[in-house]
């Protein structure tokens, strides 16, 4: 069966760096895009970045010029690479595998699944 797990999150001061992992199983995954998402708070699960089957990548402007994503196909893994946080970066950050067909890349919904979360704090 399909699993996700990502790893990598924590406490960081503004302006540090974390890099997330995500390993994925269970489906084939140089044929699949991949997402991440992230959720504070209070607030809905919102798009953080997406790389496609063949490399192409997609960010929300708010994360855009200090994320990077990026994928290993031979360790079935999807990195996130976070610089430059900032106290509003805070949430649990899933990864998500897209449904098969999907081409909208930024939308939850349009992904069936996902891991289970890791929190990052970013502090003053």
């Known amino acids: 069966q399909v699993q996700l797990a990502e790893s990598g999150g924590g406490l960081v001061q503004a302006g540090g760096s974390l890099r997330l992992t995500c390993a994925a199983s269970?489906?084939?995954?140089?044929?699949?895009?991949m997402g991440w998402f992230r959720q504070a708070p209070g607030k809905d699960r919102e798009f953080v970045a997406h790389?496609?089957?063949?490399?192409?990548?997609y960010y929300a402007d708010s994360v855009k010029g200090r994320f990077t994503i990026s994928r290993v196909y031979a360790k079935n893994t999807v990195y996130l690479q976070m610089n430059r946080l900032k106290t509003e970066d805070t949430a649990v950050y899933y990864c998500?595998?897209?449904?098969?067909?999907?081409?909208?890349?930024?939308?939850?919904?349009?992904?069936?699944?996902w891991g289970q979360g890791t929190q990052v704090t970013v502090s003053s």
């Open positions: 998500a595998k897209p449904k098969a067909g999907s081409h909208t890349y930024s939308a939850a919904d349009e992904y069936d699944y």
């Open positions: 269970g489906f084939t995954f140089s044929g699949n895009g």
């Open positions: 790389i496609t089957w063949s490399g192409n990548t």
